[in-house]
């Protein structure tokens, strides 16, 4: 019976099933949480706790991404695992705003319940599989300590939970990092990771488009409830074309390049590890900076721009220009010119905030990206893509 809960693999491309897609609802309301708890807190201390929780959230998502890739999703079980882990997603959801706040244990008990809850689940979906059986032992003690540690910092107050909250998610990081080594069990092997390319891509450009569309949301609502003037339509289109290049530069001619790469690769556990579960943390995180930009844009077009929303006008393109290089990289093992290229223009725009507009830099930033896309997309091909 466990056998009959593992994906079927016969080569060909392993769909990503519609109770995914339903799964990955959660995310959508999730990820607005986090873009607003980084709106209304906008400091330093405000950034730290808003990477910490889109960092948590990442790592939920990714995981159960991973965990399909080996159990189909088709089958009931499966399923009724993932509307579990949807109903303890929807309450780490709603508590994201006062994580650090009065709802700190909630967030880290419905936290811990997705990890420990899953790995078991699959620990035990996977019991007749030796190889898969020893990987979730290790992988279900890392999540057992890190729920300690995370558990350990809802019951803490303060700079206490921070601090304890920051352990916890160094241990998440560091679990694929190490190939979650354990004593007595040792570390596992990547190449026993036997993933299917094009489906951890697709589930990967799923979360993205997850979160651009959640950057559309914002900037149509916020649009929406303001007057139409010059400054605030030329806001918009700005907002909706950065969108666009994000878009046009994330499902390039590389994104599908990756996953053949990856499916022709006799270690493909080890460049799934570094493209689509390191790589993608920086781009997602620029996608979510760059909405909480747009936002600031339309309510506020003209004047005087403070360094907060400078750092976060520019930080968000070039987050994401730096996530979608170090996915090339991954892949390829060699940088993207344009790419890069383009985050030293978006460091040489920085020059020039002290005497532009909100809506003049957002826009210069558009640019960028735009002409980084375009340079991209009409440089003739070379058999190398990045």
């Not at 999703?73 to 706040?101: H, I, K, N, Y």
């Not at 149509?220 to 969108?243: I, K, P, R």
């Not at 920086?282 to 936002?295: C, F, I, N």
């Amino acid at each position: 019976m466990a056998r009959d809960l593992l994906r079927h693999r016969d080569g060909h491309h392993a769909r990503v099933g519609f109770v995914e897609l339903f799964f990955d609802l959660v995310f959508v309301f999730a990820i607005t949480q986090v873009s607003h708890t980084l709106l209304e807190h906008l400091t330093w201390l405000g950034a730290l706790q808003a990477a910490m929780l889109l960092g948590a959230l990442w790592w939920a998502w990714i995981d159960t991404s991973w965990i399909t890739n080996w159990l189909d999703p088709d089958r009931p079980l499966v399923r009724l695992m993932l509307f579990g882990l949807m109903a303890a997603g929807l309450v780490l959801s709603t508590s994201l705003p006062e994580a650090f706040g009065e709802r700190g244990l909630v967030f880290a008990a419905a936290f811990v319940t997705i990890q420990v809850g899953r790995g078991l689940f699959t620990l035990w979906a996977v019991r007749d599989d030796a190889v898969l059986r020893t990987n979730f032992q290790r992988i279900v003690a890392w999540a057992v300590v890190g729920g300690a540690f995370w558990i350990g910092g809802g019951l803490a107050d303060g700079q206490t939970r921070l601090l304890i909250w920051l352990v916890a998610l160094a241990l998440e990081f560091a679990g694929p990092m190490t190939a979650f080594w354990c004593p007595g069990l040792g570390g596992a092997h990547t190449s026993d990771w036997n993933v299917e390319g094009a489906h951890l891509a697709e589930r990967v450009g799923l979360f993205v488009i997850i979160c651009l569309g959640e950057s559309i949301i914002i900037t149509g609502a916020t649009f929406a409830d303001l007057a139409w003037t010059t400054l605030t339509v030329s806001a918009f289109v700005s907002a909706f074309l950065g969108a666009i290049a994000m878009w046009w530069l994330y499902f390039s001619a590389k994104h599908d390049q990756a996953s053949n790469v990856i499916a022709g690769s006799d270690d493909p556990g080890a460049i799934a590890r570094r493209a689509y579960t390191y790589a993608p943390i920086p781009l997602v995180a620029g996608v979510v900076v760059t909405a909480v930009g747009d936002e600031m844009v339309l309510a506020h077009p003209a004047g005087h721009i403070e360094p907060a929303v400078a750092w976060v006008l520019l930080g968000g393109p070039a987050l994401f220009l730096a996530g979608t290089a170090a996915a090339i990289f991954a892949v390829w093992k060699q940088w993207s010119r344009p790419r890069l290229a383009g985050l030293l223009a978006l460091g040489g725009l920085a020059f020039a905030a002290p005497i532009s507009t909100p809506l003049a830099l957002s826009a210069a930033a558009t640019a960028v990206l735009l002409a980084v896309g375009a340079w991209e997309t009409w440089t003739p091909r070379r058999a190398n893509p990045a």
